[in-house]
C-alpha cells in the first residue's frame, strides 16, 4: 500500500476539483491547472476531498503511480492557492539581470545578452542579483529556473554564474593551492 497515496487531499476554500475522461482540472483563485491521470489510476472528488486509487494495489508500477498521482494532485492544489516560487542569485563582476516587458535579459560574460522568454503562466522579477520565478505550477517553475540556470552554471574556482539561492557550491583549489601542497 502507498502511504502517500492512500492521503486524501482536502480542497481549500475556493478551489474545486473536476475529473472528466483521463484528466483532471483544478482551480482556484491564482489559475486553474490540467493533468492527465494514467489509465491504471482513478480520481474520485466527493464534496471538498479528492482521493486517488489504483487498479491493482499488489503491482508495484501501480503503487508507485499511486502516489506520484496524489502528490501531482497535492501540487495542483497548493499551486493555485499560493503558487510556486524559486529564487536564482547572479554571482560574478558585471554580472546582471533585467527585465524587458516580460522577458529576462541576463547579461553574464558573454559578447551578448541572454534573453529568456517566461514559459506561459510563468512571471519574473529581479531585484539586484536575485531572479524570483514565479506560477502555479510547480513543474513550469522549476523548468524555468532550471533554464535559467543553464545559462551560466556557477564554476567550481570563484563561483560566478547563475546559482539557487539555497544551492551550496563546493569550491576547488586553484593552481597556485595545489602547486604549494606538494
Known sequence: MSRIGKKIRVLPAGVTANV?????????????L??????HITAVVQGQEVSVTVANETNKRDRALWGTFSSLINNMIVGVTTGFK?????????FK??????????EVGFSHPVEVKPMPGIKFTVEKN??????VSKQLVGEMAAIIRRVRKPE???GKGI??????IRRKAGKTAAKTAA
Open 34 to 39: 490540467l493533468e492527465k491521470i494514467h489509465p
Open 130 to 135: 536575485i531572479i524570483t520565478v514565479e506560477g
Open 97 to 106: 539581470a533585467a527585465l524587458k516587458g516580460a522577458n529576462l535579459s541576463l
Open 86 to 94: 524559486k529564487q536564482l542569485e547572479i554571482n560574478g563582476v558585471g
Open 156 to 158: 567550481p574556482y570563484k
Open 163 to 168: 546559482k539557487y539561492t539555497t544551492e551550496t
Open 20 to 32: 472528466t475522461a483521463g484528466s483532471i482540472v483544478v482551480k482556484g483563485p491564482k489559475g486553474e
